[in-house]
T-cell receptor, first 114, second 109 residues
Framework: IAGITQAPTSQILAAGRRMTLRCTQD?????MYWYRQDLGLGLRLIHY???????GKGEVPDGYSVSRANTDDFPLTLASAVPSQTSVYFC?????????????FGPGTRLTVL | GQNIDQPTEMTATEGAIVQINCTYQ??????LFWYQQHAGEAPTFLSY??LDGLEEKGRFSSFLSRSKGYSYLLLKELQMKDSASYLC??????????WGAGTKLIIKP
């Protein structure tokens, strides 16, 4: 049982390039989340999905898009990367309402935009 | 608005007890979480309080006072492996987690 997997583990990206961070969970959780974590700022919510087929904007959605075609996958796309998007990105999931609100996190993707 | 505060860094001695405080302001509240995060790793769940009082789980305990907007995480019999960041987060009226910046705990021998 893997829980939540993220790919890639790390990536160096040229500014202006398009990038998709992948996230897959095998716990059949209905809700999924994307956060970025920057030193001194804590976790900030980018986008979330309460159930397959729906998505919502978090605190810092600009420059990012998501899709939720099925329960397991929740990719995050940077359409045109900028240096301020250099960060560690965490994907998380929870049962949200059906079994509790504890969030389980993937191992993270360290992204550097040059 | 919503705000959540916790100390940036704390230092404690192996074998001792440490209390990490967290205060929050919110228009809607559905519970308070504590997570542990080792350097370079993902956050992992420690505790969840939705009612006032103390929840004990082994060496770790968490306390909540909703009227004061206050929580603390108490770590007993500190071990070197407890060196990590401790993240406080409250579940808001939309059932989204609002996170503090984290408290880096340094354990000295």
């Amino acid at each position: 049982i893997a829980g939540i997997t993220q790919a890639p583990t790390s990536q160096i990206l040229a500014a202006g390039r398009r990038m998709t961070l992948r996230c897959t969970q095998d716990m059949r959780h209905n809700a999924m989340y994307w956060y970025r974590q920057d030193l001194g700022l804590g976790l900030r919510l980018i986008h979330y999905s309460n159930t397959a087929g729906t998505t919502g904007k978090g605190e810092v959605p600009d420059g990012y898009s998501v899709s939720r075609a099925n329960t397991d996958d929740f990719p995050l796309t940077l359409a045109s990367a900028v240096p301020s998007q250099t960060s560690v990105y965490f994907c998380a999931s929870s049962e949200a309402g059906t079994g509790g609100y504890e969030q389980f996190f993937g191992p993270g993707t360290r992204l550097t935009v040059l | 608005g919503q705000n959540i505060d916790q100390p940036t860094e704390m230092t404690a001695t192996e074998g001792a007890i440490v209390q990490i405080n967290c205060t929050y302001q919110t228009s809607g509240f559905n519970g308070l979480f504590w997570y542990q995060q080792h350097a370079g790793e993902a956050p992992t769940f420690l505790s969840y309080n939705v009612l006032d009082g103390l929840e004990e789980k082994g060496r770790f305990s968490s306390f909540l006072s909703r009227s004061k907007g206050y929580s603390y995480l108490l770590l007993k019999e500190l071990q070197m492996k407890d060196s990590a960041s401790y993240l406080c987060a409250h579940l808001d009226s939309n059932y989204q987690l609002i996170w503090g910046a984290g408290t880096k705990l340094i354990i000295k021998p």
